[in-house]
């Protein structure tokens, strides 16, 4: 860490910025993590995407299917392919409170930069504040690093913006992943843009939450590396615009990706967004590989449609 706890609000204010993606984690055919392939789309994301960080063994990197040693691996590798080039953000979600605390203090051993905390799933449905603020506060008493939190519908309930107000005047909470209607993360700012980043994971609304609430960080899924080649950085485009102030032609660039996003979109098979994602990924030439169980793999059907899409969307390869 760069930082001290009582500093981390400030460190993230200065250096959590720009675009930051969700990494899927390559797995070789027989399920092992392709180390070796991920190190690879790190390099790639860096030096030709311009990606500013990554989000590590979250969601879309499967890490519900993987064990805690792979997890801290995934950190150490990821630690060590960025060498300073780009952040990280490890993901130390599980619903073991000691599995969360074990998986932070080792992102903090090996230097990531930050770490992020799902909401747990609660298996009540009222009156739940108080369990997930002293969850929170747990945790950050006992760790250094800064900490993102995130909501999503996954957990079964939304964290509602007052109740995020609170936590983000706990001394090491940085930054929100807020992956809520927009309403609820305009008001979130409004509450507490103050105090900690916050941030939504929908690439279609980046564009104007830079001009209309003023945020500075996407953070983040796997847009920045599917919707984007070394020859074709329209993302970062606009992205730059809008820092700039230049807000109509950041509008046009944002407008012309229409036609990969919808190829992305029109051609993802229910229940199958790794499995489809990697598959985009394989096509762009860098490593895709195969999901784990239980996530389903595509069909031949599904890869000639994606594969069709991919190459009438107008990516410049």
């Known amino acids: 860490?760069?930082?001290?706890?009582?500093?981390?609000?400030?460190?993230a204010r200065q250096h959590m910025k720009g675009i930051w993606a969700a990494a899927l984690t390559p797995f070789t055919d027989d399920l092992a993590v392709d180390e070796d392939g991920f190190r690879r789309n790190i390099d790639h994301w860096i030096e030709d995407l311009r990606i500013d960080g990554f989000f590590i063994?979250?969601?879309?990197?499967?890490?519900?299917?993987?064990?805690?040693?792979?997890?801290?691996?995934?950190?150490?590798?990821?630690?060590?392919a960025c060498a300073g080039r780009a952040a990280t953000i490890m993901s130390c979600s599980d619903q073991n409170m000691d599995v969360v605390l074990e998986l932070a203090r080792h992102a903090q051993k090996v230097g990531a930069d930050y770490i992020v905390v799902?909401?747990?799933?609660?298996?009540?449905?009222?009156?739940?504040?108080?369990t997930?603020?002293?969850?929170?506060?747990t945790i950050a008493e006992k760790v250094d690093i800064?900490?993102?939190?995130?909501?999503?519908?996954?957990?079964?309930?939304?964290?509602?913006p007052e109740l995020c107000n609170r936590l983000a005047d706990i001394e090491n909470v940085v930054a929100i992943k807020y992956s809520v209607p927009r309403e609820m993360y305009a008001e979130l700012t409004r509450l507490a843009g103050d105090r900690i980043l916050v941030s939504t994971a929908s690439e279609?609304?980046?564009?104007d939450n830079i001009l209309e609430l003023g945020w500075q960080l996407y953070l983040c899924s796997s847009p920045?590396?599917?919707?984007?080649?070394?020859?074709?950085?329209?993302?970062?485009e606009y992205t730059d615009l809008a820092f700039a102030g230049e807000a109509g032609k950041a509008r046009a660039v944002r407008d012309s990706l229409e036609p990969v996003r919808h190829a992305l979109r029109s051609t993802r098979p229910a229940e199958k967004p790794q499995a489809h994602q990697k598959y985009w990924q394989d096509?762009?030439?860098?490593?895709?590989?195969?999901?784990r169980p239980p996530l389903l793999p595509l069909t031949e059907e599904e890869k000639r449609a994606t594969r069709a899409a991919f190459e009438t969307c107008g990516l410049s390869l």
Do not use: C
């Open 1 to 11: 860490m760069k930082y001290s706890k009582k500093g981390a609000k400030a460190y």
């Open 57 to 80: 063994a979250g969601k879309q990197g499967e890490f519900f299917s993987m064990s805690v040693e792979e997890r801290k691996r995934s950190f150490e590798i990821a630690v060590e």
């Open 118 to 130: 799902h909401a747990p799933v609660l298996h009540f449905f009222k009156a739940h504040d108080e």
């Open 132 to 137: 997930l603020y002293s969850y929170y506060r």
């Open 146 to 160: 800064g900490i993102a939190l995130w909501s999503h519908p996954d957990s079964g309930y939304l964290m509602s």
């Open 204 to 207: 279609e609304e980046w564009l």
């Open 224 to 236: 920045p590396y599917l919707l984007q080649t070394k020859n074709d950085l329209r993302m970062r």
């Open 283 to 291: 096509l762009l030439g860098q490593v895709g590989g195969a999901v």
